[in-house]
């Protein structure tokens, strides 16, 4: 795999272009969420989705370390899956968080991508459900729409 400044913007056509199967997935993870968690959580849209891919993609350095474990997961394969595993969940895991950004979101995307990943399934190579789960764990974590997210949080600590 050779990432360049152009594969790296094609990475981010690419994604922009799984936007209904990834927002579907969000909103799926999203209402289940809610209803483990007695909230509301907001539905995300296509075009907010896209925009998200657009804003981590606008950061050059998020942008090349998204579009090489995008990569790995797209070809990763492993002959009776079940070894592969640990490799592929681990390119996941990261997958979300670096989507999501900086702590906590970026735990919140790691267990959330877990959680994702009990609910796709996707013909094809064993990487291919963890990029979805990994999409789509990242981009709800990093999208508005939960309450907690909403407001100020009350732990700030101001001048003294």
Do not use: C
């Amino acid at each position: 795999m050779e990432l360049t400044a152009e594969s790296v913007a094609a990475e981010r056509e690419t994604l922009k272009s799984r936007d209904s199967t990834i927002v579907a997935l969000i909103n799926d993870v999203r209402d289940a969420l809610g209803e483990l968690f007695d909230t509301d959580v907001a539905s995300v849209t296509e075009a907010q989705y896209r925009a998200e891919v657009d804003a981590v993609f606008a950061d050059g350095d998020v942008a090349v370390n998204v579009a090489g474990y995008v990569g790995l997961l797209r070809e990763l394969d492993v002959e009776g899956d079940y070894p592969g595993f640990v490799v592929d969940e681990i390119l996941g895991r990261e997958l979300a968080s670096t989507i999501a950004g900086g702590q906590p979101h970026a735990l919140l995307a790691q267990a959330t991508f877990h959680f994702a990943d009990t609910m796709t399934h996707s013909e094809g190579v064993a990487g291919a459900d963890d990029l979805d789960a990994a999409l789509a764990a990242g981009f709800q974590t990093r999208l508005p729409g939960w309450e907690w997210t909403e407001a100020e949080s009350p732990f700030g600590v101001g001048e003294p």
